[in-house]
Structures are given as C-alpha cells and as structure tokens.
C-alpha cells in the first residue's frame, strides 16, 4: 500500500482495559493490520519501569527502543489499507505529539475502580504515570487544541453493546463495520506482543466480547489516593464518549 492511501489507527489505552480484546476484533478484518504497543521498549528504556514490568527484558530485546524510529515506520508505508495500532498512552513518553496529525486517535478509557485493583494484581503499587489517565486528558486537550479532537470509547459501554458499540465506533471511522469484528478463535494471535503471556490469559481464553459484570471484589485501601485523582478524569472522558 502506497504510504497516503493507508487509514491510520491509534487506539490510545491505559492498561487492564480491553484494548487487547478491541485488537484482535480488528484483526478479523481482512482490510487490517494490527500493532501491538509499538512503544512498549522506547517507555521502558525511557523510565524507570522496565525495573517492574514482567517481561521487559525480552521486550527490550526484542522491540525498538528509539520512539522516534518507531513513529517514523508507523507512518511509512503498510501492506494493508488500514493498519490498527494498539497503543498505551503512558507510553508517550519524550515524544514529540506532531504525529498525531497523521492518525486517527481514539481514546480508550475504563471507571478506574474497576481497572486499578485488576492493575494492582500485577503491579502491587501503580502511579499515575502507569495508568494514563492524566496522560489521557493531557492527549485529548492536545488534540482538542490543535482542532483534530479524538474519538472517545468508554470499555463499559462496549461491553453492554458490543455491535452497537463497534457500528458506532466504525461510522467515526468511515470504515464498514464486519461482523466478523465480534468473534475471534480461542488462543493468541501473532500480532500478540511478546508480553502477552503476562496479561493476556482473559482474552486466550475468550472467543469475543465478555459480558459486561461489575466487580464486587473490595477495593485495595492502598489505591484509594490514586483512585481521587483519577476518577474525576474518568467522568470527564466518559462524558464525551460516543
């Protein structure tokens, strides 16, 4: 595919959200090519993270480090007319936001009650540089600044209505929603990151969207600071919601 026809997807996330289960919809699709965290080894080498996440020494490895080179090949040329980029918005670390002109953003956000004691079972003690949600809000009023205001997706209206919440989300993006987008086969994909063994048993073991359930577990005390700070984000993201 010549680099100008190719349609151009970031889905920005904070972790233990259903980014990965919104990949692998996409990757039904036989017009798309999925990425999994292309930034992932640039965030690690860029802060001190790589000490606590499980996997990072193979990602570092494996993976470029050199945000600016991995920018530079998400904007060339793809084999496929639209190439769908699973993205962390932490990982946006000493990068210039320039790019972002050249991709359609969404933004990815998930009620933090529900996705910081899931993040606490891996990462005991996360800050808010590691669940993005000021670096959500600080993206969306970027792009709202320079008037290419994002799409905004909140996980628990996705899990409610899948199809409806993929027709949606398809119609922003001036692509014909598929019903293959709903269902995948049980297992990993090959797009998957080679830290998928750490996070990515819950989608393995599906086969597409899981039902939307409240979680009754208590909440761990120790995360209730970060819980204030980010739950005003939260409200505010989801309100512009689609």
């Known amino acids: 595919m010549k680099k100008d026809s190719v349609k151009r997807i970031c889905l920005w996330s904070g972790p233990r959200n259903i980014s990965t289960a919104l990949m692998y919809s996409f990757a039904q699709r036989k017009d798309t090519l999925v990425v999994d965290e292309p930034l992932y080894a640039h965030y690690l080498k860029s802060t001190d993270a790589d000490s606590y996440h499980p996997g990072a020494e193979e990602i570092l490895g494996t993976m470029e480090q050199d945000g600016q080179k991995v920018i530079a090949k998400m904007l060339g040329p793809h084999e496929k007319e639209i190439v769908f980029f699973k993205q962390m918005t932490h990982h946006l670390v000493n990068i210039d936001y320039e790019f972002l ?95 998928a063994k750490y996070w990515y048993k819950s989608v393995h073991n599906s086969t597409g969207f899981k039902p939307y359930k409240a979680k009754d577990e208590r909440f761990p005390d120790h995360l209730n600071d970060l819980l204030s700070r980010c739950q005003p984000i939260y409200e505010q993201l989801s309100a512009l919601s689609i």
């Open 101 to 195: 002109k050249h991709t359609i953003n969404i933004i990815l956000t998930r009620d933090p009650k529900e996705m910081l004691s899931s993040y606490a079972k891996a990462i005991r003690n996360p800050s808010m540089k590691d669940v993005g949600y000021a670096a959500h809000l600080e993206l969306y009023q970027y792009l709202e600044s320079i008037d290419y205001p994002p799409i905004v997706l909140d996980s628990g209206k996705i899990l409610l209505k899948p199809k409806v919440g993929l027709q949606n989300l398809c119609k922003k993006l001036n692509i014909p929603f598929l019903e293959s987008m709903l269902s995948w086969n049980e297992g990993p994909i090959k797009e998957d990151g080679c830290w």
